[in-house]
């Protein structure tokens, strides 16, 4: 059975920090490129951030020099590390995992490509 948990949200301040772990099990973790998304209250999922399988990460514009993706393929699991947090960032987190391409491919702008979805970790960031 695949299984993407997420953990690591909760609420924070403007400016502060957090860190987003993935377990996953179930699926060669390693064979696969795997990524952040997040959706806001009635907005669109957006991808936030994306590593492949050699472990080049890609980012979305606004999150840039802020957040930072990892891995640990020995452990199946998938980091974000979210600093200087800004009340725009508050959405549920979804970690996703692509096999297209071979995991090299990992677009953030197509969500319907990525084969596996956690059920979400809520982020919120308030004063």
């Known amino acids: 059975e695949v299984r993407l948990v997420e953990s690591g949200g909760g609420l924070v301040h403007p400016g502060g920090s957090l860190r987003l772990t993935c377990q996953a099990s179930g699926f060669t973790f390693s064979d696969y490129g795997m990524a952040w998304f997040r959706q806001a209250p009635g907005k669109e999922r957006e991808g936030v951030a994306a590593?492949?399988?050699?472990?080049?990460?890609m980012y979305l514009g606004s999150v840039k020099g802020r957040f930072t993706i990892s891995k640990d393929n020995a452990a199946s699991t998938l980091y974000l590390q979210m600093n200087a947090l800004k009340p725009e960032d508050t959405a549920m987190y979804y970690c996703?995992?692509?096999?297209?391409?071979?995991?090299?491919?990992?677009?953030?702008?197509?969500?319907?490509?990525?084969?596996?979805w956690g059920q979400g970790n809520q982020v919120t960031v308030s004063s």
């Open positions: 996703a995992a692509v096999r297209y391409g071979g995991g090299v491919y990992c677009p953030l702008s197509i969500s319907d490509l990525y084969d596996y």
């Open positions: 590593i492949d399988i050699y472990g080049d990460p």
